[in-house]
Nanobody, 118 residues
Framework: QVQLVESGGGLVQAGGSLRLSCAAS????????MGWFRRAPGKEREFVAA???????YYADSVKGRFTISRDNAKNTVALQMISLKPDDTAVYYC????????????WGQGTQVTVSS
């Protein structure tokens, strides 16, 4: 089993930045595609970004150029650096392990709230 714990959410003004972190435990995730999803109030969960074990990266169109996903396999962590945040980025952000393409894997964190004020 893999346990994922997110951190780094908070309240920020539009145009600001936040860095989310996801720490994995229970087993190494170095061979998993890791990613981030988000769920905004009243909306469906949506894909944000993912990074494969080989380092290939892909993003949702809505965050390209503003968000950067990275991983540190030695530390079993994944990060999401977010800049130029917009109110539309307000959501609960979830770390996920073992994605298949844009489809989430079985392992989820508890989520961290990101609120962007206008």
């Amino acid at each position: 089993q893999v346990q994922l714990v997110e951190s780094g959410g908070g309240l920020v003004q539009a145009g600001g930045s936040l860095r989310l972190s996801c720490a994995a435990s229970g087993r190494t995730v170095s061979r998993y595609t890791m990613g981030w999803f988000r769920r905004a109030p009243g909306k469906e969960r949506e894909f944000v970004a993912a990074i494969t074990w080989g380092g290939n990266i892909y993003y949702a169109d809505s965050v390209k150029g503003r968000f950067t996903i990275s991983r540190d396999n030695a530390k079993n962590t994944v990060a999401l650096q977010m800049i130029s945040l917009k109110p539309d980025d307000t959501a609960v952000y979830y770390c996920n392990a073992d994605l298949l393409g844009y489809r989430p894997g079985s392992y989820w964190g508890q989520g961290t709230q990101v609120t962007v004020s206008s």
